[in-house]
């Protein structure tokens, strides 16, 4: 099934990093697959972290955080 669908997406206009970030997400083995930190510091949303993306009708994106790897780092308990 996962082959099927990358075969979907890598004949669309798809961007690498969309088909990189969902067939890792898709991975049969839990433990494979990208934790949520790696997922939201994936380059797939790059953009989202760039000052000067707008939305369509030009408004600026609300406050987000920025993710990324070098700087995320988790509390010890």
């Known amino acids: 099934m996962l082959l099927?669908?990358?075969k979907v997406l890598t004949?669309?206009?798809t961007s690498p990093e969309a088909v990189d970030l969902v067939s890792r997400l898709?991975?049969?083995t839990p433990s494979h697959r990208m934790s949520?930190?790696?997922v939201i510091a994936h380059p797939f949303f790059d953009?989202?972290?760039h000052?000067?993306?707008r939305l369509k009708h030009g408004k600026r994106l609300p406050p987000?955080?920025?993710f990324l790897p070098e700087g995320i780092t988790l509390?010890?308990?």
């Open 4 to 6: 099927l669908l990358l």
């Open 11 to 13: 004949k669309t206009t």
């Open 26 to 28: 898709l991975l049969y």
């Open 36 to 38: 949520a930190i790696d």
């Open 47 to 49: 953009e989202l972290r």
């Open 51 to 53: 000052p000067h993306t």
């Open 64 to 66: 987000l955080f920025n």
């Open 75 to 77: 509390p010890l308990l």
